[in-house]
């Protein structure tokens, strides 16, 4: 502490922008963020203007409107959870035998989700998601473009992707969902024939599971008419880091980190794609018996 003073008190003879550096330089260990600014920036990009908590609001008014919303939530949240799972009596949970989770009729229903391409690493595919005809589906269309960018760092590119966000709670608290009451994931959707990876990301509770991944490779048969897609969850497999793995755990028994869903084009051909989505829901398809479609060794 004394040498800090010592060297505070040096550099107010060299004005006070000497002064705020070396305050920099000693306290910036020591605060929360260890470095002020990111170290890591996307190639291209410039760095950041100004730091986080320069572009926080502290009106006082806005203060009091986001305590009000976040009370009213919790108790909402509160009394669904005394009425039953899902704010549903019991009994009718148990008897539910299918559920929508999304369906696509308003600019709201659209705004539930987020699309991303390779162009954030530096690629070149585009991707768009609009109302289709009459307002009945959401269109996810754009152009796939497997160019490497020539940034020295990126060796693979060329993919889209449209993912829901995920549910928040009163005062930003993650909700997960449970779907431990059925067994297959319900889809109603119109393609161009290309395939598809349906994906089920979780949020688990040990950090060596954070990058877990639940998939399914969706193929799409092109041409005018609707398909109707059912996916059993024992068919979804599990791929962490990069690698996939035999899954001996279903995806429906780990109900407590299932965050969001999302669909992933990445087949390595150049050129337009479109996927039309009517409605994504659940189902408890009761004749479903197979526990695992895929071979299971057994480990030493």
Not at 94 to 99: A, D, P, V
């Amino acid at each position: 502490m004394a040498l800090a003073v010592m060297l505070l008190n040096g550099a107010s003879f060299h004005g006070g922008c000497c002064r705020h550096k070396v305050l920099l330089s000693l306290l910036g260990p020591l605060l929360n963020n260890s470095k002020l600014y990111s170290s890591y920036r996307r190639p291209g990009a410039g760095p950041e203007k100004k730091l986080s908590w320069q572009n926080a609001d502290f009106s006082f008014k806005k203060s009091i409107d986001y305590l009000k919303t976040q009370l009213s939530l919790l108790k909402k949240e509160t009394q669904d959870y005394l009425q039953g799972p899902g704010g549903h009596p019991l009994s009718q949970h148990l008897l539910e035998q299918t559920r929508v989770l999304w369906q696509f009729r308003s600019q709201e229903d659209l705004n539930k989700w987020v699309i991303s391409s390779d162009a954030e690493i530096g690629g070149k595919s585009k991707v768009y998601i609009k109302l289709g005809r009459n307002n009945q589906a959401a269109l996810l269309y754009g152009t796939l473009n497997t160019e490497v960018p020539r940034d020295g760092e990126t060796q693979y590119s060329g993919y889209c992707s449209m993912r829901s966000r995920p549910a928040v709670g009163s005062f930003n608290r993650k909700k997960y969902y449970d779907w431990s009451n059925f067994n297959s994931l319900y889809l109603r959707v119109r393609g161009d024939g290309r395939p598809w990876m349906v994906n089920i990301y979780t949020d688990p509770y040990f950090s060596h599971q954070k990058d877990d991944l639940y998939s399914y490779f969706m193929f799409t048969r092109g041409g005018p008419y609707w398909e109707e897609i059912q996916i059993p969850f024992s068919k979804f497999f599990l791929s962490s880091r990069g690698r996939v793995q035999d899954n001996q755990h279903p995806v429906w028994l780990d109900k407590a980190s299932l965050l969001t869903l999302g669909f992933t084009i990445g087949d390595k051909v150049d050129g337009p794609f479109q996927l039309e989505i009517d409605f994504i829901g659940l189902l408890n398809d009761r004749a479903h018996r197979e526990k695992f479609a895929y071979e299971a060794y057994d480990k030493n």
